[in-house]
Protein backbone atom coordinates (compact mmCIF):
# COMPACT_ATOMS: atom_id res chain seq x y z
CA UNK A 1 0.00 0.00 0.00
CA UNK A 2 3.03 2.40 0.45
CA UNK A 3 3.12 3.69 -2.83
CA UNK A 4 -0.49 4.64 -2.89
CA UNK A 5 -0.88 6.10 0.39
CA UNK A 6 0.26 9.68 1.09
CA UNK A 7 0.45 10.40 4.97
CA UNK A 8 2.17 13.88 4.53
CA UNK A 9 -0.91 15.86 4.55
CA UNK A 10 -1.59 14.25 8.49
CA UNK A 11 2.00 15.18 9.18
CA UNK A 12 1.65 18.37 8.30
CA UNK A 13 -1.86 18.82 10.35
CA UNK A 14 -0.71 17.26 13.35
CA UNK A 15 2.57 20.03 13.55
CA UNK A 16 0.15 22.72 12.78
CA UNK A 17 -2.27 21.82 15.68
CA UNK A 18 1.05 21.70 17.93
CA UNK A 19 2.06 24.94 16.91
CA UNK A 20 -1.13 26.27 17.76
CA UNK A 21 -1.62 24.59 21.24
CA UNK A 22 2.08 26.11 22.08
CA UNK A 23 1.37 29.53 20.85
CA UNK A 24 -2.49 29.54 23.71
CA UNK A 25 0.24 27.72 26.42
CA UNK A 26 0.03 24.92 28.53
CA UNK A 27 -3.54 23.27 28.60
CA UNK A 28 -4.44 22.66 32.03
CA UNK A 29 -3.90 18.39 32.89
CA UNK A 30 -7.09 16.35 33.74
CA UNK A 31 -6.75 13.10 35.44
CA UNK A 32 -6.13 9.36 32.82
CA UNK A 33 -9.20 8.44 31.97
CA UNK A 34 -9.89 4.76 29.87
CA UNK A 35 -10.63 5.29 26.33
CA UNK A 36 -14.25 3.96 24.99
CA UNK A 37 -15.01 0.96 23.85
CA UNK A 38 -11.74 -0.97 25.60
CA UNK A 39 -11.84 0.31 29.20
CA UNK A 40 -9.42 -1.94 31.45
CA UNK A 41 -7.37 -3.38 28.76
CA UNK A 42 -4.50 -4.57 29.97
CA UNK A 43 -1.28 -3.79 29.25
CA UNK A 44 0.93 -5.96 27.60
CA UNK A 45 4.14 -7.43 29.60
CA UNK A 46 6.35 -5.48 27.33
CA UNK A 47 5.39 -2.34 28.38
CA UNK A 48 3.12 0.33 27.53
CA UNK A 49 -0.40 0.45 26.40
CA UNK A 50 -2.07 -2.61 24.23
CA UNK A 51 -4.78 -0.09 22.79
CA UNK A 52 -4.62 3.17 22.13
CA UNK A 53 -7.22 5.78 20.98
CA UNK A 54 -6.11 8.07 17.99
CA UNK A 55 -6.93 11.51 16.78
CA UNK A 56 -5.71 13.92 13.91
CA UNK A 57 -3.59 15.44 15.99
CA UNK A 58 -2.04 12.24 18.07
CA UNK A 59 -1.10 10.58 14.90
CA UNK A 60 2.34 11.53 14.09
CA UNK A 61 3.42 10.57 17.00
CA UNK A 62 0.99 7.75 17.91
CA UNK A 63 1.46 6.00 14.37
CA UNK A 64 4.23 7.09 12.30
CA UNK A 65 7.00 7.35 15.14
CA UNK A 66 5.79 4.27 16.77
CA UNK A 67 5.77 2.29 13.57
CA UNK A 68 9.40 2.06 13.89
CA UNK A 69 9.68 0.65 16.79
CA UNK A 70 6.56 -1.88 16.91
CA UNK A 71 4.04 -2.87 14.14
CA UNK A 72 0.40 -0.32 14.91
CA UNK A 73 -2.30 -1.84 13.33
CA UNK A 74 -4.41 0.84 12.94
CA UNK A 75 -8.64 0.25 13.20
CA UNK A 76 -10.57 2.85 11.10
CA UNK A 77 -14.30 2.44 12.91
CA UNK A 78 -17.73 4.72 14.19
CA UNK A 79 -20.30 4.40 16.67
CA UNK A 80 -22.92 3.80 14.22
CA UNK A 81 -20.77 1.24 12.40
CA UNK A 82 -22.47 -2.43 13.46
CA UNK A 83 -19.34 -4.43 11.98
CA UNK A 84 -17.04 -1.90 13.88
CA UNK A 85 -18.84 -3.45 16.91
CA UNK A 86 -17.98 -6.95 16.02
CA UNK A 87 -14.39 -6.29 14.95
CA UNK A 88 -13.00 -3.63 17.24
CA UNK A 89 -13.10 -6.83 19.97
CA UNK A 90 -11.84 -9.07 17.99
CA UNK A 91 -8.62 -6.58 17.63
CA UNK A 92 -8.37 -5.07 21.06
CA UNK A 93 -8.13 -9.28 22.15
CA UNK A 94 -5.34 -9.98 19.77
CA UNK A 95 -3.46 -6.61 20.82
CA UNK A 96 -4.20 -7.34 25.03
CA UNK A 97 -2.34 -10.97 23.93
CA UNK A 98 0.33 -9.70 21.62
CA UNK A 99 2.88 -8.84 24.57
CA UNK A 100 4.07 -5.79 22.90
CA UNK A 101 4.64 -7.44 19.27
CA UNK A 102 2.17 -4.45 17.90
CA UNK A 103 -0.28 -1.83 19.22
CA UNK A 104 -3.71 -1.24 18.59
CA UNK A 105 -4.52 2.17 17.33
CA UNK A 106 -8.46 3.35 16.83
CA UNK A 107 -9.58 5.85 14.95
CA UNK A 108 -12.99 7.56 15.04
CA UNK A 109 -13.15 8.15 11.53
CA UNK A 110 -16.66 10.72 12.52
CA UNK A 111 -14.25 12.88 14.94
CA UNK A 112 -10.86 12.26 12.99
CA UNK A 113 -11.83 12.36 8.90
CA UNK A 114 -7.87 13.27 7.94
CA UNK A 115 -7.18 10.18 8.89
CA UNK A 116 -10.20 8.20 7.11
CA UNK A 117 -9.59 10.45 4.36
CA UNK A 118 -5.67 9.97 3.97
CA UNK A 119 -6.00 6.18 3.50
CA UNK A 120 -8.77 6.34 1.37
CA UNK A 121 -11.73 4.33 3.28
CA UNK A 122 -14.60 3.62 1.51
CA UNK A 123 -16.19 1.51 4.03
CA UNK A 124 -15.85 0.69 7.54
CA UNK A 125 -14.41 -1.34 9.36
CA UNK A 126 -11.19 -0.73 7.64
CA UNK A 127 -7.58 -1.76 9.09
CA UNK A 128 -4.66 -0.61 8.06
CA UNK A 129 -0.74 -2.20 9.07
CA UNK A 130 1.29 0.50 9.38
CA UNK A 131 5.51 0.03 9.25
CA UNK A 132 8.04 2.10 9.25
CA UNK A 133 5.99 4.95 8.92
CA UNK A 134 4.41 3.40 5.69
CA UNK A 135 1.08 1.41 5.68
CA UNK A 136 1.84 -1.88 4.13
CA UNK A 137 -1.32 -3.90 3.75
CA UNK A 138 -4.86 -3.70 4.49
CA UNK A 139 -8.00 -5.50 4.95
CA UNK A 140 -11.65 -3.90 5.24
CA UNK A 141 -15.12 -5.97 7.08
CA UNK A 142 -15.28 -8.39 9.94
CA UNK A 143 -12.86 -11.02 9.80
CA UNK A 144 -12.73 -14.09 12.36
CA UNK A 145 -10.40 -13.88 15.36
CA UNK A 146 -7.87 -16.76 13.37
CA UNK A 147 -7.79 -15.17 10.25
CA UNK A 148 -6.85 -11.75 12.00
CA UNK A 149 -4.34 -13.57 14.05
CA UNK A 150 -2.56 -14.94 11.02
CA UNK A 151 -2.68 -11.82 8.75
CA UNK A 152 -0.88 -9.80 11.38
CA UNK A 153 1.41 -12.84 11.73
CA UNK A 154 2.31 -13.38 8.38
CA UNK A 155 3.40 -9.04 8.68
CA UNK A 156 5.36 -9.73 11.38
CA UNK A 157 7.34 -12.59 9.93
CA UNK A 158 7.84 -10.19 7.19
CA UNK A 159 8.89 -6.93 8.68
CA UNK A 160 9.28 -7.99 12.32
CA UNK A 161 13.29 -7.32 11.92
CA UNK A 162 12.78 -3.96 11.05
CA UNK A 163 11.74 -2.59 14.52
CA UNK A 164 13.94 -0.63 17.22
CA UNK A 165 11.74 -1.14 20.05
CA UNK A 166 10.97 0.85 23.08
CA UNK A 167 12.86 4.45 23.26
CA UNK A 168 15.83 3.97 25.12
CA UNK A 169 15.27 0.14 25.00
CA UNK A 170 18.52 -1.47 24.27
CA UNK A 171 18.50 -3.17 20.85
CA UNK A 172 19.99 -6.74 20.85
CA UNK A 173 22.54 -7.10 18.08
CA UNK A 174 20.98 -9.26 14.87
CA UNK A 175 22.01 -12.29 14.90
CA UNK A 176 22.88 -13.48 11.54
CA UNK A 177 22.66 -16.16 9.97
CA UNK A 178 26.32 -17.55 7.78
CA UNK A 179 24.16 -20.01 5.59
CA UNK A 180 21.98 -16.87 4.50
CA UNK A 181 25.06 -14.51 4.18
CA UNK A 182 26.68 -16.73 2.52
CA UNK A 183 23.87 -17.12 -0.27
CA UNK A 184 23.39 -13.14 -0.45
CA UNK A 185 27.37 -13.12 -1.00
CA UNK A 186 26.74 -15.38 -4.38
CA UNK A 187 23.86 -13.37 -5.15
CA UNK A 188 25.47 -10.27 -4.78
CA UNK A 189 28.24 -11.47 -6.45
CA UNK A 190 26.59 -12.26 -9.77
CA UNK A 191 26.32 -16.03 -9.46
CA UNK A 192 22.46 -16.26 -9.57
CA UNK A 193 22.66 -20.17 -10.06
CA UNK A 194 24.76 -20.89 -6.70
CA UNK A 195 23.10 -18.36 -4.63
CA UNK A 196 19.46 -20.30 -6.04
CA UNK A 197 21.00 -23.55 -5.07
CA UNK A 198 22.13 -21.96 -1.56
CA UNK A 199 18.83 -20.37 -0.36
CA UNK A 200 17.20 -24.14 -1.67
CA UNK A 201 19.77 -26.26 0.99
CA UNK A 202 18.45 -23.24 3.41
CA UNK A 203 14.56 -23.92 2.85
CA UNK A 204 15.48 -28.17 2.52
CA UNK A 205 16.82 -27.43 6.24
CA UNK A 206 14.36 -25.42 7.10
CA UNK A 207 10.77 -25.72 5.54
CA UNK A 208 9.52 -22.61 7.57
CA UNK A 209 12.43 -19.89 6.31
CA UNK A 210 9.98 -17.35 4.58
CA UNK A 211 12.63 -15.16 2.84
CA UNK A 212 15.00 -18.25 1.94
CA UNK A 213 11.49 -19.71 0.01
CA UNK A 214 11.08 -16.43 -1.25
CA UNK A 215 14.24 -15.52 -2.97
CA UNK A 216 14.03 -19.45 -4.34
CA UNK A 217 10.86 -18.14 -6.31
CA UNK A 218 12.55 -15.00 -7.13
CA UNK A 219 15.65 -16.20 -8.55
CA UNK A 220 13.68 -19.19 -10.08
CA UNK A 221 12.23 -17.25 -11.99
CA UNK A 222 14.68 -14.30 -12.77
CA UNK A 223 17.16 -16.97 -14.22
CA UNK A 224 14.50 -18.51 -16.31
CA UNK A 225 12.92 -14.70 -17.39
CA UNK A 226 16.36 -14.18 -18.46
CA UNK A 227 17.10 -17.00 -20.46
CA UNK A 228 14.39 -15.46 -23.05
CA UNK A 229 14.57 -14.18 -26.11
CA UNK A 230 12.51 -10.61 -25.65
CA UNK A 231 11.29 -11.48 -29.55
CA UNK A 232 8.83 -13.84 -28.46
CA UNK A 233 6.46 -11.73 -26.80
CA UNK A 234 5.83 -10.60 -30.41
CA UNK A 235 6.34 -13.94 -31.87
CA UNK A 236 4.82 -17.09 -29.80
CA UNK A 237 2.41 -18.98 -31.61
CA UNK A 238 -1.43 -18.84 -30.16
CA UNK A 239 -1.38 -22.39 -29.39
CA UNK A 240 2.32 -22.90 -28.64
CA UNK A 241 2.14 -23.64 -24.51
CA UNK A 242 5.74 -23.17 -24.06
CA UNK A 243 5.91 -20.16 -26.40
CA UNK A 244 3.03 -18.15 -24.40
CA UNK A 245 5.14 -19.40 -20.75
CA UNK A 246 7.87 -18.11 -22.18
CA UNK A 247 6.33 -14.58 -23.56
CA UNK A 248 4.50 -14.29 -19.94
CA UNK A 249 7.53 -14.41 -18.21
CA UNK A 250 9.11 -11.91 -20.52
CA UNK A 251 6.14 -9.63 -20.06
CA UNK A 252 6.37 -9.68 -16.09
CA UNK A 253 10.08 -9.23 -15.86
CA UNK A 254 9.66 -6.24 -17.89
CA UNK A 255 6.95 -4.83 -15.24
CA UNK A 256 3.72 -5.84 -16.34
CA UNK A 257 1.60 -8.49 -14.62
CA UNK A 258 -1.68 -7.89 -15.84
CA UNK A 259 -0.48 -9.08 -19.47
CA UNK A 260 1.86 -11.57 -18.34
CA UNK A 261 -1.32 -13.01 -16.68
CA UNK A 262 -3.65 -12.21 -19.20
CA UNK A 263 -1.59 -14.32 -21.32
CA UNK A 264 -1.45 -17.29 -19.70
CA UNK A 265 -5.10 -17.03 -18.58
CA UNK A 266 -6.25 -16.80 -22.11
CA UNK A 267 -4.10 -19.78 -22.76
CA UNK A 268 -5.88 -22.01 -20.18
CA UNK A 269 -9.23 -21.13 -22.03
CA UNK A 270 -8.03 -22.36 -25.21
CA UNK A 271 -5.57 -25.36 -23.55
CA UNK A 272 -6.48 -28.94 -22.65
CA UNK A 273 -5.45 -31.83 -20.51
CA UNK A 274 -1.48 -31.61 -19.71
CA UNK A 275 -1.44 -28.23 -21.48
CA UNK A 276 -3.93 -26.64 -19.64
CA UNK A 277 -2.73 -27.67 -16.07
CA UNK A 278 1.24 -26.52 -16.69
CA UNK A 279 -0.66 -23.27 -17.88
CA UNK A 280 -2.39 -23.09 -14.37
CA UNK A 281 0.41 -24.27 -12.63
CA UNK A 282 2.98 -21.81 -14.31
CA UNK A 283 0.01 -19.42 -13.41
CA UNK A 284 -0.07 -20.01 -9.76
CA UNK A 285 3.93 -19.76 -9.06
CA UNK A 286 3.57 -16.25 -10.60
CA UNK A 287 0.86 -15.69 -8.08
CA UNK A 288 3.62 -16.39 -5.32
CA UNK A 289 5.92 -13.42 -6.44
CA UNK A 290 3.56 -11.07 -5.16
CA UNK A 291 1.71 -9.71 -2.25
CA UNK A 292 -1.84 -12.03 -2.14
CA UNK A 293 -3.55 -8.84 -1.61
CA UNK A 294 -2.30 -7.17 -5.07
CA UNK A 295 -5.32 -5.63 -6.91
CA UNK A 296 -4.01 -7.28 -9.99
CA UNK A 297 -2.95 -10.56 -8.30
CA UNK A 298 -7.09 -10.31 -6.76
CA UNK A 299 -8.23 -9.31 -10.61
CA UNK A 300 -6.02 -12.48 -11.61
CA UNK A 301 -7.03 -15.16 -9.64
CA UNK A 302 -10.85 -14.02 -10.17
CA UNK A 303 -10.36 -14.56 -14.09
CA UNK A 304 -8.27 -17.60 -13.78
CA UNK A 305 -11.54 -18.98 -11.81
CA UNK A 306 -13.91 -17.89 -14.46
CA UNK A 307 -11.33 -19.46 -17.10
CA UNK A 308 -11.63 -23.04 -15.33
CA UNK A 309 -14.98 -23.38 -14.12
Same mark, same amino acid.
Given at each position: ???????????????????? *?????????????????? %??????????? %??????????????????????????????????????????????????????????????????????????????????????????????????????????????????????? &????????????????????????????????????? &??????? @?????????????????? *????????????????????????????????? =? =???????????????????????????? @?????????????????
Amino acid at each position: MSGAVDLTALKERADAQRAA *SQSRGPAPQSPPSAAPGH %AGQTPPAGGGP %AVIDVTDATFETDVIERSTRQLVVVDLWATWCGPCKQLSPILESLAAQANGAWVLAKVDVDANPGIAQAFRAQSIPMVIAIAQGQPVTAFQGVQPAGQVAAWIDDILAKVGHTFTGAPG &EAVDEPVVDERMAAADDKMNAGDFAGALEAYKAIVAE &EPGNLEA @ASLVRNLEFMIRASAHDP *SIVQTAAPGDVDAQLAAADVLLANQQPEAAFDR =I =IALVKVASGDDRTAARTRLLELFELFDP @AEPFVVTARRKLASALF
